[in-house]
């Protein structure tokens, strides 16, 4: 099947969202693709969207099997669309979810069809993709690199933004008892991690010290998972 690419009005709900995603993601296994379907009911990613400029240049720090991209692409047309992720599986998904989106943008009739995602392999420990970027996104990643990293890694997504660029964060609440636990065992279930929460007040502090200022903090309770997004500006160069 074709992804034709939506309307971003039809898009911008979680049914809306959901239906983009089984549109492109229609290969890989089962259990992979079926994540990809439903994730946009417990991902707020309606909320993150709307951050994500038309027109933007986008890189996706651990774009897993690219939701992220294939819904910023059938949304918000941006100039470029680049995610990586270590998981060599999760690149193959994302990769298979671009062709599907690239059929459809050659099928659509349409003089100017949205950018289709780039997705590489990398470790955030490798050299990134090359910019520039007017949206850096990382998108419940931050659990999963060690304690110890975690701060040099968003420091790096907040250099790599272009000055009057938007950073996106959104993780996992560590706060409160049944949230934290549901996604400790549901990344137990699924990534077979024990992971690490970072504390968003410590998150936000890095990533001002990198000469970021907030725009938008927000809680996202969305079924037993809590989600905590921060929305930061680059400041123009001087
Ligand atoms: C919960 S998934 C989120 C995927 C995607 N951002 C989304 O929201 O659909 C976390 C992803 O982070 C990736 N990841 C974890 N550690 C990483 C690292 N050191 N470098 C690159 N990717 C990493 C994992 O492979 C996984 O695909």
Not at 71 to 99: M, Y
Request: aromatic share 8%; proline share 8%; glycine share 8%.
């Amino acid at each position: 099947m074709r992804a034709e690419v939506a309307s971003p009005e039809s898009a911008h709900t979680p049914r809306g969202l959901a239906d983009v995603a089984r549109r492109v993601f229609t290969h890989g296994p089962l259990l992979t693709r079926t994540l990809q379907h439903y994730r946009p009911y417990i991902c707020p990613f309606e909320e993150l969207l709307r951050f994500v400029p038309e027109g933007s240049r986008v890189l996706d720090i651990g774009c897993g099997g690219g939701l992220f991209g294939a819904l910023v692409c059938a949304t918000r047309r941006p100039a470029r669309f680049v995610g990586f992720d270590s998981s060599r599986a999760a690149i193959d998904v994302a990769r298979a979810g671009a062709d599907a989106l690239r059929a459809g943008a050659r099928s659509a009739d349409d003089a100017s069809p949205a950018a289709v995602p780039e997705f590489l392999r990398l470790d955030v420990g490798d050299p990134w993709p090359d910019g520039p970027f007017d949206v850096v996104s990382i998108i419940d990643v931050v659990h999963h690199i060690p304690p110890e990293h975690q701060r040099a890694a968003l420091q790096q997504a907040a250099a790599v933004l272009e000055p009057g660029g938007t950073f996106i964060y959104k993780d996992m609440t560590r706060r409160g008892i049944v949230r934290p636990l549901m996604n400790r065992v549901h990344d137990l279930a699924l990534a077979r991690q024990w992971i690490h929460y970072a504390d968003l007040d410590r998150v936000q502090q890095w990533l001002t010290d990198a000469g970021l200022a907030v725009v938008h903090r927000a809680f996202l309770p969305r079924w037993w998972y809590g989600h905590e997004l921060l929305v930061l500006r680059k400041g123009p160069a001087t």
